[in-house]
């Protein structure tokens, strides 16, 4: 009996240390981080500043790939069908993970059952643009103009359901005008539409076009966040300029697929907040409007869980759909 038990005890004590080691050895291979959406825009900015951080915390090389397509949903399904093992990653939005499910008739993966959400990067500010060519030096002129022209003025997006188009919507929706939404293979494929005034208005992520209005190429309204951005103080928030209760913004997060290991996730989670802790990253992605996060896995998964159920009065109200 003595010797069956301390067999025993050697192989639990072999089996352990074969479990230490292992997960002590992740990674041991390059990761693979999928942004689900065309080059350029914010999403990828981030990824690539979070991918270098990355591949110098942890030792391996981080390839980031863009798979656009779908409204995000074809980058993000590689990565919901992928090995659940911390070597597949991608960096979500608000679309992907959250309204997608709302708007298309058919998805590929569960928004929420196929990932394991490991932290929200950044929210980046939205801002209300328009072409030096519509008359409006505010958000009332604006509604004004809009009103006296009822389905006659676009606005552009990065796509439908794109947070870009949501802000839009829900503009529309408050503000009680009618615009027509033209949506882009990503917000960075709107931009010469924008500033030539073929398409005259956006909601656009604010690091997409922070160089356009300094230039006076495009002429800044209000910002869709709570609060005015530090890099725009003089620009009011849409709730300031006379739209109450508008707030919207774009999110941008790193999920893996689900059943990844908490260990690994949350691993992932300490290394991305301590990048973006950096004084030089955190300075750098503020200048350009995006908000540093780094929020633990549970909370993260929480706040999306939270924005699912935000917008969909709005995609109702607004009777978005993709079939």
Avoid at 122 to 132: E, G
Wanted: charged letters at 20%; aromatic letters at 8%.
């Amino acid at each position: 009996m003595h010797r069956y038990l301390a067999k025993f005890s050697l192989a639990l004590s072999l089996g352990c240390a074969a479990v230490a080691a292992w997960a002590g050895a992740y990674p041991d291979r390059p990761l693979k981080m999928i942004v689900p959406f065309a080059a350029g825009a914010s999403s990828d900015m981030l990824a690539r500043t979070v991918a270098d951080g990355l591949a110098t915390r942890l030792g391996q090389p981080v390839v980031v790939e863009n798979r656009a397509g779908a409204g995000g949903n074809i980058g993000a399904d590689l990565v919901a069908k992928a090995a659940p093992d911390g070597y597949s990653l991608v960096i979500g939005s608000i679309g992907t993970h959250a309204t997608n499910s709302l708007i298309y008739g058919s998805m590929p993966y569960d928004t929420v059952k196929d990932f394991t959400p490991v932290t929200l990067v950044a929210s980046v500010s939205l801002v209300l643009v328009v072409h030096p060519s519509v008359p409006a030096r505010d958000v009332k002129e604006l509604i004004a103009y809009l009103q006296e022209r009822p389905g006659k003025v676009s606005y552009a997006s990065g796509g439908v359901g794109a947070s870009q188009h949501l802000a839009g919507e829900l503009f529309k929706y408050l503000a009680k005008v009618d615009m027509v939404h033209v949506p882009y293979k990503g917000s960075a494929g709107s931009i010469p539409d924008l500033i030539s005034g073929r398409v005259p208005v956006m909601f656009a992520d604010l690091p997409l076009v922070l160089s356009y209005i300094q230039n006076g190429s495009l002429r800044a309204l209000a910002v869709g966040d709570r609060e005015r951005s530090p890099v725009l103080p003089s620009v009011p928030t849409l709730a300031e300029s006379g739209v109450p209760d508008y707030q919207a913004n774009a999110w941008y997060g790193l999920f893996a697929p689900a059943g990844t290991p908490p260990d690994i996730a949350n691993r992932l989670q300490r290394e991305v907040a301590a990048i973006l802790e950096q004084p030089e990253v955190r300075k750098r992605l503020i200048a350009q409007g995006a908000n540093p996060s780094g929020m633990a896995p549970d909370a993260f998964k929480a706040f999306q869980r939270k924005e699912i159920d935000r917008w969909k009065t709005v995609v109702q109200a607004a009777h978005i759909k993709m079939d």
